[in-house]
């Protein structure tokens, strides 16, 4: 069993989604946190996705899970964030390599275009695989962007 906490956001079409992943990892040990939504109402999903993004780069959460209909508009919003690197995850390799290659803090996940069971795979596959490191972390410093970055 882990303690690993892990934080969960979504919008209104990732609702159902959200709830039954977090319910498979806290069967698993895992202590999730919850950021919203919490129903199916319409939302704003970067009303949930920020604070997600917060937490992860505070390191009040490991990694993060943000789910929307497509996946993107959450995605690219939590991205905003200088210490976020959320993979928008369509398949079990994308999965694997965003965590191996990319050192991918958040995994997006498009409840519209996927089935649970094969979310609950990707995810399992996000959270246990590690980064390379090597040749990889130095094109993961290179993410972010500082005031004195050279173009």
Known sequence: MTTT???FASDHAGFQM???????????GYQTVDFGCF????VDYPDFA???AYAVENGECLFGVAVCATGNGIN???NKHAGIRSALCWTEEI???SRAHNDANICSLPARFMELEEAQKILDIFLH??????????????ISLSPDTKL
């Open 5 to 7: 906490k892990i934080g």
């Open 18 to 28: 959200k709830q039954s992943l977090k319910i498979s990892l806290e069967k698993k």
């Open 39 to 42: 129903s199916t109402e319409s």
């Open 76 to 78: 690219m919003t939590v």
């Open 95 to 97: 999965a694997r390599l």
């Open 129 to 142: 695989t590690g980064f390379d490191g090597g040749r990889h972390a130095r094109r993961v410093e290179k």
């Open 50 to 52: 920020h604070p997600l």
